[in-house]
């Protein structure tokens, strides 16, 4: 008996708030019921990058920043990651030791270089933080 008066509860607050169980079947109803409650669709995957020819020595390096980010705020301790393309070989860049790299990242001193990736397949990334003491209003530059 409690569980056909919960039933019909649970049933009746659904329906003030606008959600239809129908008005069919039971089986018919109790379908739509795991409809509404069953989890999201997984996300698609990710498509992998397209693939970057690497040249001996290397011809290019880029930063690959959306619109949005190419004039990006920094706020005191804020860290971000710029992503970096080149077609240089792993070999150019050991994030472990930046002393033996070839390929360095230099930053303003408004901003702090946190670190980065190992670069592989021509992709890296640079962790940049906004300084404390940085002051509102400059500009910088990231440089490699």
């Not at 409690?2 to 019909?8: A, D, I, L, P, V």
């Amino acid at each position: 008996m409690q569980f056909k008066q919960m039933r019909s509860e649970v049933a009746r607050l659904l329906r003030i708030h606008g959600v239809d169980l129908g008005t069919g079947p039971p089986e018919v109803r109790q379908a739509a019921a795991r409809k509404m409650f069953a989890p999201p669709d997984p996300r698609r995957p990710r498509q992998p990058p397209e693939p970057i020819e690497l040249h001996e020595p290397p011809t290019f390096i880029r930063f690959s920043l959306g619109t949005r980010m190419m004039r990006s705020l920094f706020y005191p301790e804020q860290r971000r990651y710029l992503r970096i393309l080149t077609d240089a070989n792993s070999t150019y860049h050991n994030a472990n030791a930046p002393g033996t790299s070839r390929i360095n990242i230099i930053v303003g001193d408004q901003l702090v270089l946190r670190g980065s990736t190992p670069l592989q397949g021509g992709r890296m990334r640079a962790i940049v933080e906004g300084s404390n003491s940085a002051q509102p209003g400059p500009h910088g530059n990231v440089a490699c």
